[in-house]
């Protein structure tokens, strides 16, 4: 079955270290690839998103995301995470302009 | 500006009983959607629409139905509520040609 696939569960790393969230999906064809960020007790906020050109994406609060086709991923990347960053992280696709499939998302704790 | 509101925020049912979650948004998005969120497995699309008088079902529509007769508005039913369909949902929309917009999210308790 087509999927959106995030490899970590849960990740805990000390403020001021460097962040990578993996994301896979399955979809082939044109793909628009998304990043969403939920913190404890909200709804899920937009990070960043990739349609087309420059496959290196930036977002908002230093985030930035890679967009590799022939690894069909977009992994999510942060230099120096802070303890604000603590929360839940959700890669999503919409392909072909109709439905968006989420991960089951990467729970992210750094620590003071 | 409102963006997407979902009503109720909480909700407490027995099993057997019906309701409806309502959902509206006031940015004229063509496309709107139904997610439940669960521990461990993320958001999961219930049903979907890209317009009034058009939807289409996502990866668990099971016991649940939409309707979509204006552009604002997208409720969801709950025909038969059971103890499985204990989630927190979310509405979303969007134009067709980018991100979702999220609402707050209505958390459902089916005792």
């Known amino acids: 079955a087509q999927s959106v696939s995030q490899h970590n569960h849960h990740v805990i790393l000390s403020e001021a270290a460097s962040l990578e969230l993996g994301c896979n999906y399955s979809?082939?064809?044109?793909?628009?690839l998304f990043w969403y960020v939920q913190y404890p007790g909200q709804h899920l906020q937009l990070l960043l998103k990739?349609?087309?050109?420059?496959?290196l994406v930036k977002g908002i609060k230093g985030f930035e995301a890679e967009f590799i086709k022939s690894k069909f991923s977009f992994n999510l990347r942060k230099p120096s995470v802070q303890w604000s960053d603590t929360a839940e992280y959700f890669c999503?696709?919409?392909?072909?302009?109709?439905?968006?499939?989420f991960g089951a998302g990467t729970r992210l704790t750094v620590k003071p | 500006n409102a963006g997407v509101t979902q009503t109720p925020k909480f909700q407490v049912l027995k099993t057997g009983q019906s309701m409806t979650l309502q959902c509206a948004q006031d940015?004229?998005?063509?496309?709107m959607s139904w997610y439940r969120q669960d521990p461990g497995m993320g958001l999961r699309l219930i049903h979907y629409?890209?317009?009034?008088?058009?939807?289409d079902q996502g990866e668990v529509p099971n016991g649940y139905n939409v309707s979509r007769s204006t552009t604002e508005d997208f409720p969801l039913r709950l025909l038969s509520a059971a103890p499985s369909q204990t989630s927190v949902y979310f509405c979303?929309?969007?134009?067709?040609?980018?991100?979702?917009?999220f609402g707050e999210g209505s958390r459902l308790t089916v005792l």
């Open positions: 979809y082939g064809g044109t793909v628009n």
């Open positions: 990739y349609f087309s050109g420059d496959p």
């Open positions: 629409s890209v317009g009034a008088g058009i939807t």
């Open positions: 979303a929309s969007r134009p067709l040609m980018g991100e979702l917009f």
């Open positions: 999503a696709v919409n392909r072909n302009n109709n439905d968006m499939r």
């Open positions: 940015m004229n998005h063509e496309y």
